[in-house]
């Protein structure tokens, strides 16, 4: 029986950046690699960066990315905190913070900075940037490091 | 005597996302805070990120941010390389690697990785945000790290 279209859940069509980003951190979670690619848009402009990684362009680099990491690691948790927000009318960008547990870990590891972008376009909001890094500040430094960068 | 309008240069209107971000890194290598907040937006919705650093939200934060690296550190030379762009009528993000080098440093260090954001406004295009971070990948990886974070 097909249902009532004013029954599939929300999240199918993000109507805001924040539905958006909910959908994004709960397909990685679920390590879902189709529902983490029906939050990005649906052309090549995207761009992904993880954690002292290279960027990955286009939706072919961005799926394959995340295949990768979801094959390679056990169960993820995510709480996210968010720490700024620039609003346009269709483009919304949100800095936060990713407060990541894997596996069996009881204690979240040092926070991850990363700066999202979503663009509304016909079905909704969808993800055309994720920008992730490490942030590593004040007592949190581990003793070794490279060389600290200015810039 | 006045200029004639047309005869104040080109930079002081960045008519192009391109023409601010050659303003932004040459404020940055000649270390004036005047330059560089003359191509942040005006409004307090900027954000900046250093690498491995908390985000710098609104203009008084990103002002002394560079302030106190343009005070810490001697001369900045920088390359940059355009690794992707996403388009938008008013609004293009631009991600880049930074190859920089401090002082009398003769090779460059490993590259920074920046996404920066730049918006139309009345008076030219503007930067909005700037999140830099290590790009460490391959042999560049020194042999002690933090464990590699997954995102």
Redesign the interface.
């Known amino acids: 029986m097909l249902l009532p279209l004013h029954t599939i859940p929300h999240a199918m069509f993000p109507d805001t950046p924040e539905a958006a980003e909910a959908a994004f951190y709960a397909a ?1 979670e679920a390590r879902s690699l189709d529902a983490m690619m029906a939050v990005w848009a649906g052309d090549d ?3 992904c ?7 990955l ?1 286009g939706r072919a680099a961005v799926a394959a990315g995340w295949r990768s ?1 979801f094959e ?2 056990g169960q ?1 948790r ?1 709480q996210v905190e968010l ?6 009318a ?2 919304v ?1 949100r ?1 936060v913070r ?1 407060y ?1 547990a ?1 596996g069996q870990e009881t204690e979240p ?2 926070p ?2 990363a ?1 999202n ?1 979503y ?1 509304k376009e016909a079905d909704g909001w969808h993800m ?2 994720h ?7 004040g007592g949190t430094l ?1 003793v ?8």
């Open positions: 990685f402009s995207i761009a960066i993880h954690p002292l990684a290279a960027p362009n990491m390679a690691a993820f995510v720490a700024h927000e620039i609003r346009e269709s483009q960008i800095i990713e990541l894997i590891r040092p991850i900075l700066t972008v663009r055309v940037l920008h992730a890094s490490p942030l590593q500040v581990p070794r490091t490279p060389p600290v960068v200015l810039h």
